[in-house]
């Protein structure tokens, strides 16, 4: 069982930046594929970015491409989210999630794929 916690959202005008947090519990944290998701108000969950057990492939979705870093320290069981030159249509809840993998390299872009989900952290960016 993973437990994974959220942190670091809030609200930032266009431009700025915010790094959101996710720290698990319970696991050999190196072990587990890690994403990034976001819902906004009345759309469904999409894709952000996602990173492997090793931390050697990444994976991005077009929207975020030259904003947004996935990055994780196996050591401190964290995986973070560097969010730059925002948009107001970043605006959403941003989730973390996991999934056990014998392949520390793998990668997974789709939210069927993952197992465990965090509560999720608003993120508000204002025009």
């Known amino acids: 069982q993973v437990q994974l916690v959220e942190s670091g959202g809030g609200l930032v005008q266009t431009g700025g930046s915010l790094r959101v947090s996710c720290a698990a519990s319970?696991?050999?944290?190196?072990?587990?594929?890690m994403g990034w998701f976001r819902q906004a108000p009345g759309k469904e969950r999409e894709f952000v970015q996602a990173?492997?057990?090793?931390?050697?492939?990444?994976r991005y979705a077009d929207s975020v491409k030259g904003r947004f870093t996935i990055s994780r320290d196996n050591a401190k069981n964290a995986v973070y989210l560097q969010m730059n030159s925002l948009k107001p249509e970043d605006t959403a809840v941003y989730y973390c999630?996991?999934?056990?993998?014998?392949?520390?390299?793998?990668?997974?872009?789709?939210?069927?794929?993952?197992?465990?989900w965090g509560q999720g952290t608003q993120v508000t960016v204002s025009s």
């Open positions: 999630a996991a999934r056990f993998t014998s392949n520390i390299y793998i990668i997974y872009a789709r939210a069927a794929d993952y197992t465990y």
């Open positions: 319970g696991t050999t944290f190196s072990s587990y594929a």
């Open positions: 990173i492997s057990g090793s931390g050697d492939n990444t």
